[in-house]
């Protein structure tokens, strides 16, 4: 199964009320999908066609609020296109799942792989999961509900994995029963709704400078909330499905000394480097970020206390001069540890050049001479461009 059909069979399982839909590639598939499924009574979704990205997510909105589960998918443009109703998604508190199969933002146009769409939406005020795989997509995108409409947090959660390199590559997966993802879900149980006559409540009114401040404080203490409920939610997966999550994934980490810290499908390639490294007696390992909003600063530190030096590797460019989004979040949360690894930023992958074990390795030949020296030759390095 392709990424993007492991996640419409997710959300088929899910079996929202609306799904709005606007094909970009490479999600397409995932509304395509799903619509057979509508159109095949599979399901009791309300399928709403729309013009354009922007009108996809305002029916979302609406749907949502009206009180009813509601779902959409996008990519790159589209997630760009949506912006303005991101905020007002996670400022009227919807809990929305979107998963965004991520590609790299115009200009010049190109349809591949990188994350400049989700990096360029992380002060949306929704929570964002990755992912490695087909498997873990489906699975981020059952438990982004429950996350999403727990009373705790009630905020959007982006479920995010590389296009066509998870989207539409062919793997093998296990999916949970029908009945056990409905069941896990449940039913959905919304906070206040547009059309509840007897406790009438105002979604988007104006606000003025004296409640803006408070509202927006709430809207935090439902993404700090989320940092519990994300590991609550994950523990209870578990145990329908023998596959465990948190934050991220350590690989190898215990003894390491030399760190690649990377999301999504290229954690895959950097496992298999370790594995080769590991082997020839060498103390590397893998952090692989799932969650980065919330970001488990803490978590992170300690995950890295024992790490001589690090690579933070970056899919997307901030233009800030300072590293990737991934990189200066990471560096920011050491400022107040006593003890801190060498780091440096690695941005790569732009535009979905292919990233190889060779790639990773020279990545690890570079961190172990930064060790030898005791500082690193470069803050951030562009991997793999022509000079």
């Known amino acids: ?5 492991a ?5 088929k399982q899910i079996n929202p009320d609306v799904m709005a839909a606007y094909p970009i590639t490479p999600q397409t598939d995932i509304v395509q999908f799903y619509s057979t499924f509508v159109a095949n009574g599979e399901v009791d979704t309300q399928m709403v066609t729309v013009e354009s990205e922007h009108s996809a997510m305002s029916a979302t909105v609406g749907a949502s609020a009206s009180g009813v589960r509601a779902m959409t998918a996008t990519s790159s443009q589209g997630l760009a296109l949506m912006h303005e109703l991101l905020h007002i998604a996670s400022g009227f ?8 199969v991520n590609r790299a933002v115009s200009a010049p146009i190109n349809i591949h792989c990188d994350h400049s769409d989700t990096m360029a939406a992380l002060t949306t005020g929704w929570i964002q999961i990755y992912g490695e795989n087909a498997q873990e997509a ?5 438990q982004a509900v429950k996350i999403a409409e727990d009373p705790r ?3 959007p ?6 296009g066509f390199i998870t989207s539409h590559a062919v793997e093998n997966l296990v999916l949970l029963p029908d009945e056990e993802v409905k069941a896990f879900v449940g039913e959905y149980k919304p906070t206040y709704r547009i059309f509840d006559f007897d406790n009438p409540v105002t979604f988007g009114p104006l606000v003025l400078p004296d409640y803006f401040s408070e509202i927006k404080a709430q809207e935090m203490e439902g993404m700090l909330a989320a940092r519990e409920v994300i590991l609550e939610v994950a523990k209870e997966y578990e145990k329908i499905s023998g596959r465990k999550y948190g934050y991220f994934e350590e690989y190898n980490l215990d003894d390491a000394e030399r760190v690649v810290v990377v999301l999504s499908s290229t954690a895959g390639t950097a496992k298999a480097v370790v594995d080769e490294l590991r082997a020839k007696g060498e103390k590397v390992g893998l952090l692989k970020p799932r969650v980065i909003r919330p970001f488990p600063a803490e978590e992170f530190v300690k995950a890295l206390s024992r790490a001589k030096v690090v690579a933070v590797m970056d899919r997307a460019e901030t233009f800030s001069t300072q590293g990737g989004q991934l990189f200066t979040e990471l560096r920011a949360a050491f400022y107040e540890a006593s003890e ?4 440096k930023n690695y941005i790569f992958g732009l535009g979905g050049r ?3 074990t060779s790639h990773i390795r020279t990545v690890f030949e570079q961190l172990k001479k930064d060790q030898e020296r005791g500082s690193v030759d470069r803050k951030v390095t562009h991997l793999d461009v022509r000079v």
């Open 354 to 356: 292919d990233t190889t």
């Open 157 to 162: 959660v982006m479920v995010c994995y590389d």
């Open 138 to 142: 489906y699975d981020n995108m059952i």
């Open 1 to 5: 199964m392709t990424g993007n059909e």
């Open 340 to 343: 801190k690894p060498l780091m």
């Open 7 to 11: 996640v419409a069979n997710a959300i």
């Open 93 to 100: 508190r919807l809990p929305i799942a979107m998963p965004v």
């Open 153 to 155: 947090v009630k905020l």
